[in-house]
């Protein structure tokens, strides 16, 4: 009784860790694209910047996981953070310096850092509780903190105080307060953990068909999600003239909404029939994002964009939990690093995309991450079916 009571006591501290690493991430990456804009890098810069930063990501991640042991992980999740507090900090003095090469190297380290925090977490917590609703837990935690920390800056962004002027460069010191808070919390977290190295075995996910299908599927579901929504801040601002201050408000209502749906589907919308689950996740983005590009209509376009991030936080648990609960313990830790690396080559590929149509406008935006939506609800669709055939053997 009293290791399942440290457990829960656990869990608790490493989503409140999460938490602050949200607001934190949630409020600097709101304005990234904006302050790298300000330090005179046009949007075909930062999309490959951004891109770039993502591939090198991935690269790294695939080489980590064939060393980091569980009983690691902790300590490999507060280097990050503090590593990333100190090059935030570096950002912080460098702005408007003009030095762009320190700044894109500053920038492409935040980015690999917040990546290896984000796929460590889950890692970690399995080491305490494993299922699928402590997956979707995990998720909405990170959703919700991330839309506080839009929300901070929405509300000080703009405005000044004590004759200071809230800009991008002093959202981004605030974004380190929180950085270091979380650091902090999991330094004095002590989670005790196998010492074994996660067993690195390409032959068990190529034996397994639904997980092999299920990386395509997800490699493709975040090229499609990174055209259609990666640049958002940058296209809210430059094509759908909304102010700095009006795009992250409406981003934040917009995220704020999205959370309470996340959880609320969690509890009482998540229906048996996972076919009806996809549509309602993939199926009517897709129709919006075609409409919105057949139509070319701003409204229908805003209303898109908007249904895409309103339903971001739901049915998680159907459409990633269920498979990545599937690995055995043994490998959890691989698999999650391999579907990060899957997943980051997917979002560098979407920005790139993304950089490569925006001059276009927001019809061919959508337009072209709707071609890519059409094979994900297919290949989710197969999932669907191969588990249920699983089901009666």
Not at 51 to 74: D, Q, R, Y
Not at 121 to 148: A, C, G, M
Not at 218 to 243: D, E, P, R, S, V
Not at 319 to 339: A, C, E, P, W
Request: net charge positive.
């Amino acid at each position: 009784m009293k290791s399942q009571k440290n457990g829960i006591k656990d869990e608790t501290k490493i989503l409140i860790m999460l938490a602050f690493f949200s607001i934190s991430m949630g409020l600097w990456n709101n304005f990234r694209q904006l302050w790298l804009e300000s330090n005179n890098m046009n949007v075909s810069q930062i999309s490959n910047l951004l891109s770039i930063g993502t591939f090198i990501s991935a690269i790294l991640i695939f080489i980590s996981a064939k060393s980091l042991k569980l009983n690691k992980i902790k300590g490999f999740i507060t280097g990050c953070l503090l590593i990333n507090s100190i090059n935030m900090f570096l950002l912080f003095l460098i702005n408007g310096t003009g030095n762009l090469n320190l700044i894109n190297i500053c920038i492409i380290l935040n980015i690999v850092l917040e990546k290896f925090v984000i796929i460590s977490i889950y890692p970690l917590i399995t080491t305490i509780q494993k299922n699928e609703t402590i997956y979707s837990k995990r998720k909405l935690v990170e959703y919700l903190f991330r839309d506080v920390g839009i929300l901070i800056g929405g509300i000080f962004i703009g405005k000044t105080i004590f004759n200071l002027n809230i800009d991008y460069n002093i959202c981004l010191s605030i974004s380190l307060t929180f950085m270091l808070i979380a650091t902090v919390i999991i330094a004095n977290i002590k989670i005790k953990c196998s010492n074994k190295k996660s067993e690195i075995s390409f032959k068990y996910i190529l034996k397994d068909k639904i997980l092999l299908i299920y990386l395509i599927y997800y490699f493709i579901g975040q090229i499609a999600m990174n055209i259609g929504l990666g640049l958002k801040m940058l296209m809210l601002t430059n094509q759908l003239n909304f102010t700095p201050s009006r795009a992250t408000n409406y981003l934040l209502i917009i995220g704020l909404i999205a959370d309470v749906i996340g959880i609320l589907v969690l509890k009482y919308f998540t229906f048996k029939n996972d076919y009806l689950n996809i549509f309602i996740k993939f199926g009517i983005r897709l129709i919006l994002y075609l409409i919105a590009f057949l139509s070319n209509n701003i409204i229908i376009a805003i209303l898109a964009i908007s249904w895409s991030i309103l339903i971001s936080t739901s049915y998680e648990n159907k459409t990633d939990g269920i498979y990545i609960n599937r690995v055995d313990t043994k490998h959890q830790l691989f698999f999650s690093d391999m579907r990060f690396v899957v997943g980051i080559f997917g979002e560098s590929l979407g920005l790139l995309f993304a950089g490569f149509v925006f001059q276009y406008g927001v019809r061919y935006i959508l337009g072209l991450s709707s071609l890519l939506i059409i094979p994900q609800i297919l290949l989710a669709y197969k999932l669907i079916n191969m588990r249920n055939k699983e089901k009666l053997k």
